[in-house]
C-alpha cells in the first residue's frame, strides 16, 4: 500500500485528531474530577455556597 504525500497527510490528518480528540477526553474528565474535590475542600474549609 503505497500512499501519495496527499493521501499522507489527509489520513495522517485524520489520525491526528482522533488523537488531538481522545486526549481532549481525557483532559476533561480529569479536569472535571479536580473541580468536584476543590469544591469539596473549599467548602469544609471555608463554608459557604460555592457553585
Same mark, same amino acid.
Given at each position: 500500500m503505497?500512499?501519495?504525500? %496527499?493521501? =499522507?497527510?489527509?489520513?495522517?490528518? /485524520?489520525? %491526528? =485528531?482522533?488523537?488531538v480528540?481522545? /486526549?481532549?477526553?481525557?483532559?476533561i474528565? /480529569? =479536569?472535571? %474530577?479536580?473541580?468536584?474535590?476543590?469544591?469539596?475542600?473549599?467548602?469544609?474549609?471555608y463554608? %459557604?455556597?460555592?457553585?
Amino acid at each position: 500500500m503505497d500512499f501519495t504525500p %496527499g493521501e =499522507m497527510l489527509f489520513y495522517g490528518g /485524520i489520525a %491526528g =485528531m482522533v488523537v488531538v480528540g481522545v /486526549i481532549a477526553l481525557a483532559v476533561i474528565l /480529569i =479536569m472535571a %474530577g479536580s473541580r468536584k474535590r476543590l469544591r469539596r475542600k473549599l467548602n469544609e474549609e471555608y463554608g %459557604g455556597n460555592l457553585k
